[in-house]
C-alpha cells in the first residue's frame, strides 16, 4: 500500500473531523493581548484556556525583558549546541537559579517541557530496568516509556495500592535483570487538575528501592509556599529525585528542565541525545525566563491572586452545582453528559452568545457521553470574570439537561 494513500484513508482520530472543526473547534486563532479578554473570529471573549496561570505573558517587565533581550542578543545566539558552542554564562545562572526555585542541586535546561521528558526517560534507563508510571500520564511520558527497551508497568491513576502492587511486579523482575525501578508521575495532571499523590509514592520508598522522576509542568510556579511545585506544597520535594518543568505554563514562555541530584545532571548533561545533538535555548528566552523567575521570588501576589481566582472559581461552580472532579489544582474541569453535536451546540451557543472562549473536551479524549470543559484561571482574571462564567455556565447547562442542544439549529455561526 502507498503510504499516503493509507494516511488519506486514516486522518486520525482528531484529525477524521479536521474539516468541520478546523479554525473554530481545533485550531482557534486567538488574537489581540494575551491574557483574559482575546479577540476569536474579530470579536473579544473572555478566554479561560491559556495556562498563563500566573498572568505573566503580557507582564509589562516581562514584556521589557524579552524585547531588551531580543534586541541585545537575537534569536540566533547561541549557535550550536550546548557542549560545542552553545554554552553561556545566562543558561548556567538560569540553571543556578531554577535549581534553587525548585531546591535540587543541579538543573539542565531543555527547549521544551516535552523534550525533557521523553529525552530524560530515554537517556536514564536502559532495558535491564524498569518503569513504573500512572495510567493517565502526558503524552510526553508515555512517548519517552515508549523509547524505553525494557519492561514498564502502569499503575492505576493515582491509585497508590496499584502503584504498590506494581512495585512489587517491578521489584522481582530487577533481581533478575539487575536494573533499577524509575516510577514516573505528575505533579499536577493537566486534565482533571488532580495532584499526583507524591507523598504517598515516597512513602513507599521505605519499602521499595525505586527513583521518583515528577513531571511538574502545572505545579512549578503555581504549587507551593514559593512557587516551588508540588512536591513543595505536599512537603516532599527531597523525595522526589528528578524533577522536570516547563516554562510552557506559569513561565509564560518555552523552554524546559530537568532538575536533580548534581551527578545525575552532569549525567544527563553529557548523555542526553536531544541536548547534545541539537541547538541550545536560544539567549532571549534564557534571560526572559531569569526575569520571569525573579518576579515569581518578589511578587508572591501573582501567585496569591491565582489562588484567589481558582478558589472563587472553584467553590462557585461547586455552589451552582456543578461537577469540578476532584482537582486540587488550578486546573478546573467541568464535567458535563452529552452527544458530540450537543457538545459542539454548546460551545457555539457559548462561544457566540455569551462571549466565553474555553477548552472543551470530548472523545476519544474521553470515553463517549463526556464533555469537559477545561477552564484555566489565572492571576489576570477579575472576580467579575468568574461571577459572569459561573452565570453563563448555569445558562447553557439548563440547555444542555433540558434537550435544546439536541437542536442543529442553535448553531450560531
Ligand atoms: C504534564 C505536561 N508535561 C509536559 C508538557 C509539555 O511542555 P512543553 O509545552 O514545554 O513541551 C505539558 C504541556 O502541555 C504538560 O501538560
Redesign the pocket.
Known amino acids: 500500500m502507498d503510504l499516503f494513500e493509507k494516511i488519506r484513508a486514516n486522518r486520525g482520530p482528531i484529525g477524521q473531523h479536521a474539516k468541520e472543526s478546523h479554525g473554530y473547534f481545533t485550531f482557534p486563532k486567538l488574537e489581540g493581548e494575551i491574557g483574559p479578554h482575546m479577540v476569536f473570529r474579530g470579536k473579544k471573549r473572555l478566554n479561560w484556556s491559556l495556562?498563563n496561570y500566573l498572568g505573566l505573558a503580557n507582564h509589562p517587565e516581562v514584556r521589557k525583558a524579552d524585547a531588551d533581550a531580543a534586541a541585545q542578543y537575537g534569536f540566533a545566539l547561541p549557535m550550536g549546541a550546548r557542549m560545542m558552542s552553545g554554552n553561556s554564562n545566562q543558561h548556567e545562572q538560569l540553571e543556578a537559579e531554577l535549581s534553587a526555585f525548585v531546591q535540587k542541586e543541579d538543573t539542565i535546561l531543555c527547549n521544551?517541557?516535552?523534550?525533557?521528558?521523553v529525552s530524560a526517560i530515554d537517556c536514564l534507563v536502559d532495558r535491564h530496568d524498569v518503569i513504573v508510571y500512572d495510567a493517565e500520564s502526558?503524552a510526553?511520558?508515555l512517548d519517552g516509556v515508549r523509547l524505553h527497551m525494557g519492561k514498564r508497568y502502569v499503575f492505576a491513576h493515582n491509585d497508590i495500592e496499584s502503584c504498590e502492587k506494581q512495585l512489587q511486579r517491578a521489584t522481582k523482575l530487577v533481581e533478575n535483570t539487575g536494573g533499577a525501578i524509575l516510577v514516573i508521575t505528575?505533579g499536577?495532571?493537566?486534565m482533571s487538575g488532580n495532584q499526583g499523590k507524591l507523598k504517598e509514592i515516597v512513602a513507599l520508598k521505605k519499602k521499595y528501592k525505586f527513583r521518583l522522576f515528577v513531571?511538574d509542568?502545572?505545579g512549578i510556579g503555581t504549587m507551593g509556599a514559593t512557587g516551588g511545585g508540588t512536591g513543595q506544597a505536599q512537603g516532599c520535594q527531597d523525595g522526589i529525585d528528578i524533577y522536570?518543568g516547563?516554562?510552557?505554563?506559569s513561565f509564560a514562555l518555552?523552554?524546559?528542565f530537568i532538575s536533580s541530584d548534581e551527578q545525575v545532571v552532569e549525567y544527563l548533561r553529557y548523555n542526553m541525545r536531544s541536548q547534545i545533538f541539537a541547538k541550545a535555548l536560544p539567549m532571549p528566552l534564557v534571560v526572559g525566563a531569569l526575569k520571569r523567575i525573579e518576579l515569581m521570588r518578589t511578587q508572591p501576589q501573582l501567585k496569591d491572586k491565582l489562588w484567589e481566582i481558582t478558589n472563587a472559581l472553584q467553590s462557585g461552580l461547586k455552589e451552582a452545582g456543578f461537577n469540578i472532579g476532584t482537582t486540587n489544582s488550578p486546573v478546573t474541569p467541568v464535567y458535563m453528559n452529552g452527544s458530540i453535536p450537543e457538545s459542539t451546540n454548546l460551545i457555539l451557543d457559548l462561544r457566540e452568545n455569551y462571549d466565553i472562549f474555553c477548552s472543551m473536551v470530548v472523545y476519544p479524549v474521553v470515553p463517549k457521553g463526556v464533555i469537559i470543559l477545561r477552564l484555566i484561571p489565572t492571576a489576570v482574571h477579575t472576580l467579575e470574570d468568574v461571577k459572569y462564567t459561573i452565570d453563563a455556565f448555569s445558562k447553557i447547562y439548563h440547555k444542555l439537561t433540558s434537550g435544546q442542544y439536541m437542536s442543529e439549529k442553535i448553531a450560531a455561526i
Do not use: L
Open positions: 495556562n521544551f517541557g516535552y523534550q525533557a521528558m502526558h510526553c511520558i505528575e499536577v495532571f493537566g513531571d509542568a502545572h522536570v516547563t516554562f510552557a505554563k518555552i523552554g524546559g
